[in-house]
């Protein structure tokens, strides 16, 4: 069944790498989303893309954080350089529609540890 | 400033009663409020999605209620099930045409049923 893929599931890198992730949407979908997850903040939208444009990311710290869509099936978010202060749980999401009221499909998350 | 604030943090059932979960928000204006059901793990899945003049929505046992003069939602689970422990996460879209509009998300409410 048609579903949003995320990789890798789990990563644990040190302070100061570069991260990357990575999102395969379901196939179709216009629109793609990134979230992070803590059990401080909850979820919070980082970036979102419509037919592979960004139309927001005032979510996502400019200056180490970067979202991309190279293709219509694959979305990247990097992380560079990592901080302990990123460790959290980020899902992608997508969806078809016309920006934030799509109905979003999300993936199974990465674990993100930065020590 | 927009929030939304859901109660209880936490709730712990018997298989089989019914539960309610509450959502606030002061978010204004809005175009609509989901439900989502988190399961420990995994990604968030969508329950119910209500506009601004719909008054309740239903998804199997989960009844979505909505009143958009006092700024609540619950989400009513009938003849709850063991299957039914997650995190409910109660989010709202401010009205889409606004600039740099984001989603409001909830802190969640965590569900445990036990038999």
């Known amino acids: 069944d048609a579903r949003v893929t995320q990789t890798p599931r789990h990563k644990v890198t040190e302070m100061g790498q570069e991260v990357t992730m990575r999102c395969q949407p379901i196939l179709g979908h216009n629109t793609v989303f990134w979230y992070r997850q803590t059990m401080m903040q909850g979820l919070e939208l980082l970036a979102y893309?419509?037919?592979?444009?960004?139309?927001?990311d005032s979510g996502m710290p400019k200056d180490r954080f970067s979202a991309e869509m190279p293709d219509a099936t694959l979305a990247t978010l990097k992380i560079q350089p990592s901080e302990p202060r990123d460790s959290a749980v980020y899902f992608c999401a997508s969806g078809m529609g016309t920006g934030l009221n799509t109905e979003a499909f999300f993936g199974q998350g990465t674990r993100l540890t930065v020590v | 400033k927009n929030q939304v604030e859901q109660s209880p943090q936490s709730l712990i059932i018997l298989e089989g009663k019914n539960c309610t979960l509450q959502?606030?928000?002061?978010?204004?204006?809005?175009?609509?409020l989901r439900w989502y059901k988190q399961d420990t793990g995994r990604g968030p899945v969508s329950l119910t999605i209500?506009?601004?003049?719909?008054n309740t929505k239903s998804n199997g046992r989960y009844t979505a209620t909505l009143d958009a003069d006092t700024k609540q939602s619950s989400l009513h689970i009938t003849a709850s099930q063991l299957s039914d422990s997650a995190s409910y996460i109660c989010?709202?879209?401010?009205?889409?045409?606004?600039?740099?509009?984001?989603?409001?998300f909830g802190k969640g409410t965590t569900l445990s049923v036990s038999s």
């Open positions: 959502c606030n928000y002061t978010v204004s204006p809005f175009s609509n």
């Open positions: 989010v709202v879209s401010p009205t889409p045409n606004q600039a740099g509009t984001a989603l409001i």
């Open positions: 209500m506009t601004f003049s719909e």
């Open positions: 893309f419509r037919n592979r444009a960004p139309l927001d």
